[in-house]
């Protein structure tokens, strides 16, 4: 079945420094990636969705110029978490759909994501 | 306004017992419903999907859900519960109208007692 790999799974940083977070579509080709953030014992949330080639979509309320996103490839999308601070501390799931979104590419794989702490 | 329900945080059943694990949907077209499970600090894996066809859907690990369109609902169900089936559950629902966007539900904890 399709993979969605995210690295690092864990990651520790100091208040004003930035963190990136990959994912990959490791067996698939991903047209469409979607960021997510998940507060304990909470939902989901979308932050924005990632087009390879084009502008990320932010959902609102979601910094853009906070959380840089990148899909240069069908098989890697980079959330970048700019000037990070302790309330940016998450758990960060990235997920992809293959080909363009029909009804036979329709479900969204999720990574096993990636725990930020801000310190 | 496209939404999913679940109205309860937390399920519990014995080990060999039926389980069942409520969602409801609100969509202005036709809905794609799925159903993902958590287990903790992982990413979620995808269990079943509803498209079209057959309202019961067999899943994986046993799981079934059945699409009820009068009572917009998407339960997920499996007739013999096991420990290991302890994890958080999330239903969401896409409408086709609106494109990619997934709507998730809250999320539903299932302690299966040994």
């Known amino acids: 079945g399709a993979v969605v790999s995210q690295h690092p799974s864990w990651v520790i940083c100091k208040s004003g420094t930035s963190v990136k977070i990959e994912c990959r579509s490791l067996?698939?080709?991903?047209?469409?990636m979607f960021w997510y953030r998940q507060f304990p014992k909470q939902s989901l949330m979308l932050m924005a969705t990632?087009?390879?080639?084009?502008?990320?979509?932010?959902e609102q309320g979601v910094e853009k110029d906070k959380f840089l996103i990148n899909h240069a490839s069908l098989t890697l999308s980079t959330l970048t978490v700019t000037s990070a601070h302790p309330e940016d501390s998450s758990f960060y799931i990235c997920?992809?759909?293959?080909?363009?979104?029909?009804?036979?590419?329709?479900?969204?794989?999720f990574g096993p994501g990636t725990r930020l702490t801000v310190l | 306004a496209q939404s999913v329900a679940q109205p309860e945080d937390q399920v519990n059943v014995a080990e060999g017992n039926p389980l069942t694990v409520k969602c409801t949907y609100s969509v202005s077209g036709n809905p794609y419903l799925f159903w993902y499970v958590q287990y903790p600090n992982r990413g979620l894996q995808f269990l079943l999907k509803?498209?079209?066809?057959?309202?019961l859907v067999l899943g994986s690990y046993g799981f079934e859900a059945e699409f009820n369109k009068s009572q917009t609902s998407f339960h997920l169900k499996k007739p013999s519960a096991l420990v290991s089936d302890s994890a958080l559950y999330f239903c969401?629902?896409?409408?086709?109208?609106?494109?990619?966007?997934?709507?998730f539900g809250t999320g539903t904890s299932l302690t299966v007692i040994p």
């Open positions: 997920s992809a759909t293959e080909g363009s979104g029909g009804p036979s590419t329709d479900t969204q794989y």
């Open positions: 969401a629902v896409r409408d086709m109208n609106t494109g990619n966007q997934f709507y």
């Open positions: 509803y498209i079209t066809g057959d309202n």
């Open positions: 990632s087009n390879e080639g084009s502008k990320a979509t932010y």
């Open positions: 067996d698939f080709q991903a047209t469409t």
